[in-house]
């Protein structure tokens, strides 16, 4: 009867002291309400002269983004790509999925916790000791080689994950162009269209002065002017347009429509894009790496779905009281894989791999056929830019001032000139879109290439765990 005593009073002691040494060990949870507003706040003082920022920039591959980075004369292009690398709020969701999936592989591969279990039973029957105690503690012995797989496959989905938000910053890089070019030929096409109105005000003006004095029919000084508001309704429309697509760059940048930001608009012939060699190409193009990354997952998950059919060892020590009498022993068991033997994981994991295969094989080969496509888009923008630059623009520049001289001679009315200056006016729209399907190209070609072949920098990886640890801090 001692002996029950004694077992009654000590064994919830010690179930209560190993749940507390046991609860020691758990995190605890805090909520983060979201904050809008504190968000709003953030976003509008953003600026490139944030100190994350230029630690961001010592942190890039300077043979990846060439060029200084100066703001004092404004923000030229290849700024912007650097600016939009740092803010830009698609790279801020890739790079949080990274960290998500960097979580995953820092803990995967770990032992399950050990099971500890208590049974207590009471006889009915009128007998001494009448309470029959028992408890056990388990742990499983991963002798199947599925957690080493589990870890493998985690960090095999980490580099795919890392991948991911390459792929992206390439992509993101393009977007900027794409719509810087567009930008900047609405800026060009509005300074056009705001020095032909220069010179159409200043026609209308003549025009005026030799319609009073009888020299120039009235229909004549009706079209000048109708022309002059055309312009000016044109001119007009850029600018609202150019407004439009500054914003649309301040979004990619992820900067806010408050900050006073100097763009500098760009619409250069490209230079020369050299395409690699297959081998080349396909080692460093950012999808395709993403993908093979991708197929390793699946290699990776087939793996753990094979191991997860063979069974694992549960074994621990096993302590019993009954009618007075105490025990020691052991407890074993092991799944017997004659039943399930995890058939669906498997089979799902097959298919998953061949999927992943042909994700691959497919992307190879539209990248190798849009390449193709691509240059030739290059080369014939470039046959068609150099025409309009050596042989159409020259013969309209002519033809504009033979008409202004014959004007000033007296020799022509004034709609020659104006023919004439809403030719030059048409020949240079055509000369800006040439040169801006040109750039958007060239731009095509490029983002088909790839970066320069290249190791992964760390500040992908560092960047990544920032952006994690800024998200699952309080």
Not at 57 to 71: E, I, W
Not at 219 to 247: W, Y
Not at 419 to 447: F, K, P, Q, V, Y
Request: proline content about 5%; glycine content about 6%; aromatic content about 6%.
């Amino acid at each position: 009867m001692e002996s029950l005593v004694r077992t009654t009073l000590y064994l919830p002691a010690i179930v209560l002291g190993f749940a507390l040494a046991v609860l020691a060990g758990c995190q605890s949870y805090e909520p983060r309400p979201l904050d809008p507003g504190g968000h709003i706040d953030a976003w509008s003082s953003r600026s490139p002269s944030d100190e994350s920022f230029r630690m961001f920039l010592d942190a890039l591959d300077t043979q990846a983004h060439p060029g200084s980075f100066d703001l004092s004369d404004g923000i030229h292009l290849h700024e912007a790509e650097r600016i939009a690398l740092f803010y830009n709020p698609d790279l801020r969701l890739a790079r949080l999925r990274a960290g998500v999936r960097a979580g995953v592989a820092e803990f995967s591969g770990r032992w399950d916790d050990p099971e500890f279990s208590v049974d207590a039973l009471r006889v009915t029957e009128n007998v001494p000791d009448e309470w029959i105690i028992g408890s056990s503690l388990t742990v499983t012995i991963p002798i199947s080689g599925r957690l080493r797989a589990e870890r493998d496959r985690a960090e095999a989905s980490l580099r795919a994950a890392l991948s991911g938000v390459v792929e992206e910053e390439w992509a993101v890089r393009s977007r900027v162009r794409d719509a810087w070019y567009e930008w900047s030929a609405t800026r060009l096409r509005e300074e056009r269209i705001g020095a032909l109105l220069g010179s159409v005000s200043a026609l209308l003006g003549s025009a005026d002065r030799l319609g009073e004095a009888g020299e120039l029919p009235s229909d004549q000084v009706s079209l000048i002017t109708i022309e002059g508001l055309n312009l000016k309704r044109a001119h007009q429309r850029l600018r609202a347009d150019g407004f439009e697509q500054e914003q649309r760059l301040r979004a990619l940048m992820g900067l806010s429509p408050e900050p006073e930001l100097r763009l500098i608009p760009s619409l250069s012939v490209p230079d020369p894009i050299e395409v690699p060699d297959h081998e080349t190409l396909i080692e460093n193009h950012p999808t395709l790496v993403k993908l093979r990354d991708e197929y390793e997952v699946a290699e990776a998950t087939l793996l753990r779905e094979i191991r997860a059919q063979y069974p694992d060892l549960t074994i621990g020590p096993m302590y019993e009281s009954d009618q007075g009498q105490s025990r020691i022993g052991f407890v074993g068991g092991i799944p017997l894989p004659i039943l399930n033997s995890n058939a669906r994981g498997i089979a799902e994991a097959r298919g998953e791999r061949a999927l992943a295969r042909a994700r691959y094989e497919t992307a190879l080969e539209r990248v190798l056929h849009d390449i193709a496509v691509a240059r030739a888009r290059v080369e014939q923008s470039a046959i068609q830019r150099a025409m309009y630059e050596s042989e159409i623009v020259p013969l309209v520049d002519r033809q504009l001032e033979d008409a202004q001289r014959l004007l000033d001679l007296g020799e022509s009315d004034g709609m020659v000139l104006l023919e004439s200056i809403t030719l030059a006016g048409e020949t240079s729209m055509e000369m800006i879109e040439t040169r801006l399907e040109e750039s958007r190209a060239a731009n095509a070609l490029r983002t088909l290439v790839g970066p320069a072949p290249r190791a992964v920098s760390s500040v992908h990886t560092t960047n990544t765990k920032n952006e994690m640890r800024s998200e699952v801090q309080p």
